[in-house]
Every structure is written in structure tokens, then in C-alpha cells.
């Protein structure tokens, strides 16, 4: 069983900066690929930013490409998600999760493991 825990998430002024944290126990972390989700209020989950189980490839949304960088250090099963030029477009739960496979998707099926959120308030 892999458990995840996101932390970082807080209220922030537009135009601030966020890092988020994704601390995953068991061994599938390092083996998996690892995305980054976000759910506004009243909205569908959506698929933020993507990393593959080296790190070597990532992908985001276009909403959020040039702002926010995802990175992990598998020797921490920690996956980090650096968000920059925020704005309140951005408020949102957000959600790490573990993929079924070395690759990443964009999909939530694409992903076995699931951590509880953190919430991400950004204030005009």
C-alpha cells in the first residue's frame, strides 16, 4: 500500500509563489510515474503537471506552463511542485498521485494511488 501526503498549500497574493510537497511511503514511488492534479470549486479535477520515474521527462497543462515546475527526489519518495506567477485562476485543491506505470497520463485513471489534497488560495 502506498500512502501520500501533499503538503505547502496555504493563501497566497497574486502574482506569489507556492511549493508543494507530495511525501510518499512504499516502494512504488520510485518506480512510478507522478502527476500533479488540481480541483477548483465546483469544477472537475484537472490534470496539472506530469513526471516520469527518472524524472527525465515532464509535461503541464497550458494553463499553468512556465509558471509551475514539477521535480522529485526519488531518494526522498518526495515529489515537489513549484508554482510561480500565481494567480486566482490557480485557487484549488491539489492532488499528487501515483501512476500505474514509469510514464505519467492525464487522466485520473491513469493513476493507482491518490493523496488527500491541499488547498491553495490565491487572493486578488
Known amino acids: 500500500q502506498v500512502h501520500l501526503v501533499e503538503s505547502g498549500g496555504g493563501l497566497v497574493q497574486t502574482g506569489g509563489s507556492l511549493r508543494l510537497s507530495c511525501a510518499a511511503s512504499g516502494r512504488t514511488f520510485s518506480s512510478s510515474g507522478v502527476g500533479w492534479f488540481r480541483q477548483a470549486p465546483g469544477e472537475e479535477r484537472e490534470f496539472v503537471a506530469g513526471?516520469?520515474?527518472?524524472?527525465?521527462?515532464?509535461y503541464y497543462a497550458d494553463s499553468v506552463k512556465g509558471r509551475f515546475t514539477i521535480s522529485r527526489d526519488n531518494a526522498k519518495s518526495t515529489v515537489y511542485l513549484q508554482m510561480n506567477s500565481l494567480n486566482p485562476e490557480d485557487t484549488a485543491v491539489y492532488y499528487c498521485?501515483?501512476?500505474?506505470?514509469?510514464?505519467?497520463?492525464?487522466?485520473?485513471?491513469?493513476?493507482?494511488?491518490w493523496g488527500q489534497g491541499t488547498q491553495v488560495t490565491v487572493s486578488s
Open positions: 513526471i516520469t520515474q527518472s524524472g527525465g521527462t515532464t
Open positions: 498521485a501515483i501512476s500505474r506505470s514509469l510514464w505519467f497520463g492525464v487522466r485520473e485513471n491513469q493513476y493507482a494511488y
